[in-house]
């Protein structure tokens, strides 16, 4: 079978999905091609359970951020099925029986909830909201536009790099200082020099270590906290989280919906084993069966360790390129587990199964900063954690359609294990990480243990071997200083191009990647549309 199209997408994840919309939009004949029996990548949800197949949980990724809104109003995604409820406070209780709750909107509870530990830092908290949001009110957008290639001395390149440092300029000479401290400190040093109450500065940190593979001492884990607080910026919210009607599977529902109502085509069951190349330039692919499908402009979002490592002969790539993607550190260590509950946590701090605004937001796990880095040091010297740190959420307080009333799901993104596990399941292992996790949760609501009807535990090896995210690190690649902005995946390569001239990238690798955003997708889209007016790309939108 032979086919041939104006562009072709790799890769049926969420960026994939909104590649293609957005490609098919433009009047191109699009095809999405994903390896897997269905679409959406990590933004899933399933039935795990089948003695309780009317029970479902957002298998990998579980909450919802970072989108532009631009996107959602782009490609209709509302109209599509696209819903989400806003979350309510970051919580986390503490055995003695005290708790904190900080709320993203209101700053009167905030205020109350803080002062129970310190009167200063719950003062403190409005000035530090206020800086936070300066900075990302500037770093934020720079997250949908394409990096310049820092250190070119081709003219437009200079030009390029002069229109970013003048967008830079908003930040004053203060500001350049603060966005340097976060892309140098730790966030436990960051949170160090505005508070002093340690539960505060644990209850914070969590943002900091998300998907990460340092503990809140690192370097550089400072702009990793910045990131996941940026929210829809866009529209001046910052780090406003929410949970999707339906599981995250519903958002790439209503991307795949988007798509094909822009007239893309997608198969599902499609993996792609070359990319071909030609004189330099791209092709087409053949897949797994055999098939060779042809297309001017190919858009990979998929691993770039997959990509150029795998699908790509070597002699078509340059040496130094090559050798970026190789040490791309794509390191992790977490652990998925979904629970579904017969009734809701009974926190010893805030009693009672029914639904109270503690049950609605993120319910952390991190009873100190030093509590989470030695759940990290665990893990780097070769053990599980004894002490997991967690990220939880109950996403059926607010979502009704996941499961049969009165049963919840508790969705809990845990740190850390070796990353070396992504090489073997380590199933054994993994199911005693997972009782350590639920046991430092029933520490704080002892109902949580018998409360459990069913689990599911997905560790480094499952997200490698299922998703194809390398090393199982769920942004295709570690947020650390070294990786982001130009050098996200490759110097000279953060433009969502490639060395392959009508190959571009769209994945978590690339820049504004992390997150079920689709900022790759908008940003590479928006560069084969700047390269078809220069007319460097024929065919696309015939």
């Not at 989108?67 to 919580?91: A, S, T, W």
């Not at 790099?161 to 200082?177: D, E, F, N, S």
């Not at 994945?507 to 007016?533: E, L, M």
Request: glycine share 12%.
């Amino acid at each position: 079978m032979v086919g041939e199209y104006d562009a072709i997408v790799v890769g049926g994840g969420h960026n994939g999905l909104i590649a293609g919309a957005y490609l098919a939009g433009d009047g191109a004949r699009t095809l999405v091609l994903e390896k897997r029996h269905k679409t959406g990548g990590a933004a899933d949800t399933s039935a795990p359970w089948d003695d309780h197949p009317d029970i479902r949980v957002t298998t990998y990724s579980y909450v919802m951020s970072l989108m532009p809104p631009r996107i959602q109003r782009d490609l209709q995604l509302e109209r599509h099925g696209y819903r989400v409820f806003p979350m309510g406070p970051y919580y986390q209780a503490w055995p003695d029986g005290s708790s904190l709750s900080i709320h993203p909107d209101d700053a009167r509870a905030n205020y109350d909830s803080i002062a129970r530990f310190s009167k200063k830092d719950a003062e403190t908290m409005p000035e530090w909201d206020a800086w936070l949001g300066r900075v990302a009110a500037v770093l934020g957008p720079l997250l949908t536009s394409v990096p310049p290639h820092v250190g070119s001395m081709r003219p437009g390149d200079l030009v390029e790099q002069m229109v970013l440092a003048w967008k830079l300029r908003k930040l004053g000479q203060r500001g350049v200082a603060d966005v340097t401290r976060l892309f140098t400190m730790s966030v436990t040093d960051l949170l160090d020099d505005w508070f002093e109450s340690e539960q505060v500065k644990a209850a914070m940190a969590i943002n900091g270590v998300i998907g990460t593979w340092a503990g809140p001492d690192e370097p550089g884990t400072a702009y990793v906290m910045l990131h996941h607080s940026i929210g829809d910026v866009g529209d001046g919210h910052l780090g406003s989280w929410g949970f999707p009607e339906g599981g995250m599977g519903a958002v790439a529902d209503a991307c795949r919906r988007a798509a094909e109502a822009n007239g893309a085509e997608i198969r599902t069951g499609a993996g792609v084993s070359r990319v071909l190349v030609k004189d330099g330039r791209v092709t087409g692919v053949a897949l797994d069966n055999g098939d060779e499908l042809y297309a001017p402009v190919v858009v990979t979002t998929i691993h770039p360790k997959i990509t150029f490592l795998q699908q790509i002969e070597r002699k078509e790539l340059p040496d130094e390129f090559v050798r970026d993607i190789e040490v791309f550190k794509t390191r992790s260590g977490v652990v998925k587990i979904n629970l579904a509950l017969a009734e809701l946590p009974d926190f010893i701090a805030d009693p009672g199964t029914d639904a109270g605004p503690h049950h609605t937001g993120s319910i952390e796990l991190c009873l100190s900063t030093d509590y989470c880095e030695r759940a990290f040091q665990d893990a780097k010297g070769g053990r599980a954690a004894t002490r997991p740190f967690v990220d939880g959420c109950i996403p059926t307080v607010l979502d009704k359609t996941l499961a049969p009333e009165g049963v919840h799901i508790f969705s809990m993104f845990t740190q850390w294990v070796p990353h070396e596990w992504a090489a073997e399941p380590h199933r054994e292992e993994l199911e005693r990480y997972a009782d350590r996790v639920i046991d430092g949760y029933t520490e704080l609501a002892p109902n949580l243990k018998g409360a459990i009807i069913a689990r599911q535990v997905i560790g480094p090896y499952d997200l490698e071997q299922e998703l194809g995210l390398i090393g199982g690190n769920i942004f295709h690649g570690e947020l650390s200083p070294q990786q982001l902005f130009h050098m996200r995946p490759a110097p000279g390569y953060a433009d969502h191009r490639s060395p392959i001239a009508g190959l571009y990238q769209a994945s978590s690798a690339t820049h504004g990647g992390g997150g079920v955003c689709g900022i790759p997708a908008y940003n590479c889209v928006r560069q084969i549309r700047r390269d078809r007016r220069l007319r460097r790309i024929p065919g696309l939108g015939r």
